[in-house]
């Protein structure tokens, strides 16, 4: 039964995880991008069998999950809970009829248990549909396996004489001990989307374990349903790549060389040239229109922008001059005030990098251009502050 029950739920899980190439091919999530915390509080009810009475009352759970989106689609999370356990029993008077059948005894009876799961998730709706960072609703199956921890005596039922009783696997131990059991589950996640950060949960569960009733039941597995509502908190906010669109690490460097001869010519002019008039200093020394990109949803500088910054700060603080300092965002990506708050963001972020490089506030100005169409041949081209001088 146990090695049933995690071939079913890896089989499932290896399902969800494999599925959507094409949608693998067209995002990606970098690095430390997209890992969520969740946490879910609901109620669940325990079959014990149909033998044994049935689906015992509601009772609460509660669950925290750490995880990750690959992409889009694909994503991966682990999950630990606590709840109260209830179900029915009818064979735990350890007795038999004159007919030599088990007497039937119905007893209400629960537990305290502990859980910690694996799933594999498969969000439906982006599959389909194709991915909307403004999307309010997503549907998303998942599945795994996991270990249920209770206290046990793992006894069983033998015949013995004309009485029914039961006997321990542990001899002469009388009492229950903490154990784990084997458990697989699918279930069906919706998520309402409330900010890049935020989002609202509904869960439902359906699980199968192997028995932890012991001698007070003859079913070999327990069956139990979870739902629940809860919230995801993605930390940084949700941040997909589109893999035609990922700037090419190598064309950065190729532009940071650039700027670096270019500040280094400067430099090497002869005296004369560079202080005939205080115009002719700053025409010399300007630049003009010099690219720091980001990633897509993202205002934060990495470490080629940062490199970037730095180059221009050098030249600015050299020329004298003024400079806008102007942002862009892909029109073909999110909202119009998405963009227009991310070129905003964007922006701010390049200003107090060259702030904090020691460029005086009266050199420069900050232009916010939201969403446009691409500025050169590739839309991630287009998420980028341009440095310069009209």
């Known amino acids: 039964m146990k090695a049933k029950l995690i071939l079913?739920?890896?089989?499932?899980a290896g399902f969800a995880m494999s599925a959507s190439a094409q949608t693998r091919e067209k995002y990606t999530s970098n690095g430390a991008d997209n890992i969520f915390i969740s946490a879910t509080i609901g109620g669940s009810t325990t079959y014990s069998g149909k033998s044994e009475g049935g689906f015992g009352k509601i009772a609460p759970h509660v669950t925290v999950s750490l995880g990750k989106w690959f992409n889009p689609v694909i994503g991966i999370r682990a999950q630990g809970g606590l709840w109260r356990t209830n179900y029915y029993t009818n064979h735990a008077s350890g007795a038999i009829t004159s007919a030599g059948q088990l007497a039937r005894n119905k007893q209400e009876n629960h537990k305290s248990m502990g859980v910690v799961r694996l799933d594999g998730i498969y969000n439906l709706t982006n599959a389909i549909m194709g991915y909307d960072p403004d999307r309010l609703f997503t549907l998303s199956v998942f599945a795994g396996p996991g270990l249920t921890f209770t206290k046990s005596a793992n006894g069983i039922f033998r015949a013995d004489g004309q009485t029914m009783t039961y006997q321990r696997i542990v001899p002469g131990n009388k009492t229950e001990k903490m154990r784990a059991h084997i458990n697989g589950s699918v279930g069906l996640l919706g998520k309402f989307n409330v900010s890049p950060e935020l989002d609202v949960d509904v869960e439902v569960r359906g699980e199968v374990a192997d028995s932890y009733l012991g001698a007070k039941s003859t079913a070999s597995s327990i069956g139990a349903i979870y739902a629940g509502l809860g919230l995801t908190y993605t930390i940084g906010g949700k941040k997909f790549v589109k893999m035609t669109q990922v700037v090419d690490n190598s064309a950065l460097n190729d532009e940071i060389n650039r700027l670096r001869q270019e500040l280094a010519d400067a430099r090497n002019k002869p005296a004369e040239v560079r202080t005939v008039t205080e115009t002719k200093t700053v025409t010399e020394t300007k630049f003009n229109k010099t690219p720091i990109f980001f990633k897509i949803g993202s205002s934060k500088?990495?470490?080629?922008?940062?490199?970037?910054?730095?180059?221009?700060?050098?030249?600015?603080?050299?020329?004298?001059?003024?400079?806008?300092v102007q942002a862009y965002a892909d029109k073909g990506t999110g909202s119009v005030a998405t963009n227009q708050k991310l070129t905003d963001a964007r922006a701010k972020a390049v200003y107090d990098a060259l702030i904090a490089e020691g460029v005086s506030a009266n050199q420069l100005e900050i232009v916010s251009n939201g969403g446009v169409a691409n500025l050169f041949s590739e839309p991630e081209t287009t998420r980028v502050v341009i440095m310069g001088v009209e």
């Open 301 to 324: 500088l990495d470490a080629y922008a940062k490199a970037a910054v730095k180059l221009v700060a050098e030249g600015i603080k050299s020329s004298g001059g003024t400079y806008k």
């Open 8 to 12: 079913l739920s890896l089989a499932v």
